[in-house]
């Protein structure tokens, strides 16, 4: 039986559209960094580059290369966590400039996947699929820990009204963000869905409020 996160993982993938606490544990992922405002056109081709590997780990039985463990499964969704960059936060003013965003673009993979064979899987694709962000990409085992996450329906722009139901969450329940970063989790195509439809796993880290 195929492997769906989206029937298997709920509590990760599939969070109510109220603030809630969770703990995530250690995972890899194929992640590569970047600067700018991803409405520009090269953002998608940071995204590309991503689903060109992880399309590749998903295809390996197909040349024969399926590594130990393999298993059916469908392919996890992109993330991304989001910052702004030093020098901008010298000077914000409380108004957001997208060109100042700094981001780590990343996709989920199996746990099947091991350092050796995400190498082999990135060295095969630059030689079918060539883009020279490629050579940017990493393989990384990252822990986002304790964490108050929701659902967020609507236009990206209109996050910061969920980001303040989750920092009032937080206010109530002795809780506070460890910093102004937060992991994004897209679970609908920007390109196919109306923006008032769009569905967004917001993601902040956070640890005891010790006041």
Not at 50 to 72: I, W
Not at 84 to 104: C, M, P, R
Not at 189 to 206: G, M, S
Request: glycine share 4%; aromatic share 12%.
């Amino acid at each position: 039986m195929k492997f769906e996160w989206r029937k298997s993982e709920k509590n990760f993938y599939l969070p109510k559209t109220t603030p809630n606490l969770i703990t995530i544990p250690k995972f890899n992922f194929f992640a590569i960094e970047g600067k700018g405002n991803p409405n520009d056109p090269f953002f998608a081709e940071f995204i590309g580059v991503l689903y060109s590997l992880s399309y590749a780990v998903k295809m390996s039985p197909k040349s024969g290369r399926a590594p130990k463990n393999y298993f059916e499964y469908t392919v996890y969704p992109l993330e991304g966590v989001w910052d702004i960059t030093e020098e901008a936060k010298k000077k914000y003013s409380g108004k957001l400039d997208k060109n100042n965003l700094v981001f780590n673009l990343m996709i989920r993979q199996p746990d099947f996947v091991t350092e050796d064979f995400a190498a082999e899987i990135m060295e095969i694709t630059k030689k079918k699929k060539p883009h020279e962000l490629l050579n940017s990409v990493k393989f990384i085992e990252h822990k986002d820990g304790e964490s108050v996450q929701m659902l967020h329906i609507g236009s990206y722009d209109d996050e910061p009204a969920s980001f303040k139901l989750m920092e009032e969450y937080c206010d109530q329940n002795s809780w506070k963000r460890k910093s102004k970063s937060h992991r994004e989790i897209y679970l609908s195509d920007a390109r196919k869905t109306a923006p008032e439809k769009l569905k967004t796993v917001l993601r902040i880290n956070v640890e005891r409020d010790s006041k």
